[in-house]
């Protein structure tokens, strides 16, 4: 496998990611500071879903807020692994 399918960082597809919504573009933004204070992604990938739930619960949520919130709800092994070893020590 070349370094071309390098798995995108949770950084890398926030950057990529342009909402409309300033609530939803707002939350991006905290997410990418957090992650460029040194935040682990499994942490701040957890906050951003329950943000983006509250807004689709309210039907707040805009069609791109939509995508992104199933993308980021679409398993990945290495955060998953650690939310489930977080989890069981605790």
């Known amino acids: 496998m070349g370094s071309s399918h390098k ?3 949770l950084r890398e597809k ?3 990611a342009r909402l409309e919504e300033p609530v939803e573009q ?9 992650l460029d204070n040194g935040e682990k992604e499994w ?4 906050e951003m879903k329950v ?3 509250k807004l689709a ?11 992104l919130y ?3 709800q679409r398993p990945d092994p290495d955060v998953d692994m650690a939310l ?3 989890t069981w020590f605790q």
């Open 57 to 67: 619960l309210n039907q707040e949520l805009s069609q791109k807020g939509l995508s």
């Open 26 to 34: 707002g939350i991006l933004n905290s997410a990418m500071e957090r």
């Open 70 to 72: 199933t993308e980021l």
């Open 43 to 46: 942490a701040v990938l957890k």
């Open 51 to 53: 943000q983006f739930r």
């Open 7 to 9: 798995k995108k960082t």
């Open 84 to 86: 489930s070893s977080i």
């Open 14 to 16: 926030l950057e990529t």
